[in-house]
């Protein structure tokens, strides 16, 4: 059974540092995702990392897949205050795609 | 917004009560979950469809959860003997032919 940790739980920064989100999953998984979630919100789909090496960048934020390692990064750069959320990684790529999810990592850019 | 609707947006029950949840997918997404998600935690499967065909319910959390897509469309959650435990923010997603799940914005559900 897929099993998806994250870490740091909770991340405080200044605007314009940056840091990375760390996402390790215990068995091979075809897919690994990346999601935001705003305070009371749903989920916004952010990216799909489909193969060993694959890197996608989207404005501020970039994510990695490392399938040997069983470990995707989220990094972001130069943080902004709008950045603010709670950000998932979640492995599927069974059948049926069912997505396992890790317990999120609060992130809070202060001015 | 992602083009998944889900009604109502927030349920509060007394406990031992039925409710029902539905989800509307994006049109021609032939893949639709079901997820139950408690505060603090990410969100947990519970049972998807390929068109109406339920093709994997093992992971309901008891056999008062039920869920359907009669016609390939829409789908319904229902809860049967509401407890206090089934208090979270229910998620409804689907997908086509990528492999995105797209999220609609979620039943809370309160049991009092």
């Known amino acids: 059974e897929l099993k998806v940790e994250q870490n740091p739980l909770f991340l405080s920064m200044q605007e314009g540092k940056n840091y990375t989100i760390y996402c390790n999953y215990s068995t091979t998984s075809d897919r690994l995702y990346w999601y935001r979630q705003d305070p009371g919100k749903s989920l916004e789909s952010l990216f799909v990392l489909l193969s060993n090496g694959a890197v996608k960048q989207e404005g501020r934020l970039m994510a990695s897949l490392d399938t040997k390692a069983r470990l995707s990064t989220l990094h972001i750069t130069a943080a902004v205050h709008d950045l603010s959320a709670t950000y998932f990684c979640a492995g599927g790529g069974d059948a049926g795609n069912m997505l396992t999810f890790g317990g999120g990592t609060r992130l809070m850019v202060k001015p | 917004d992602t083009g998944v609707s889900q009604d109502p947006r927030h349920k509060i029950t007394k406990r031992g009560q039925n409710v029902t949840f539905r989800c509307d997918p994006i049109?021609?997404?032939?893949?639709l979950y079901w997820y139950r998600q408690t505060l603090g935690q990410g969100p947990e499967f519970l049972t998807y469809?390929?068109?109406?065909?339920?093709?994997?319910k093992s992971r309901l959390l008891s056999d008062r959860f039920s869920a359907e897509r009669p016609k390939g469309s829409f789908s319904t959650l229902e809860i049967q003997r509401t407890e206090q435990g089934d208090s979270a923010m229910y998620l409804c997603?689907?997908?086509?032919?990528?492999?995105?799940?797209?999220f609609g914005p979620g039943t809370r559900l309160t049991v009092l």
């Open positions: 049109s021609e997404h032939n893949r």
């Open positions: 997603a689907t997908s086509g032919d990528t492999d995105t799940q797209y």
């Open positions: 469809f390929q068109n109406e065909a339920q093709l994997e």
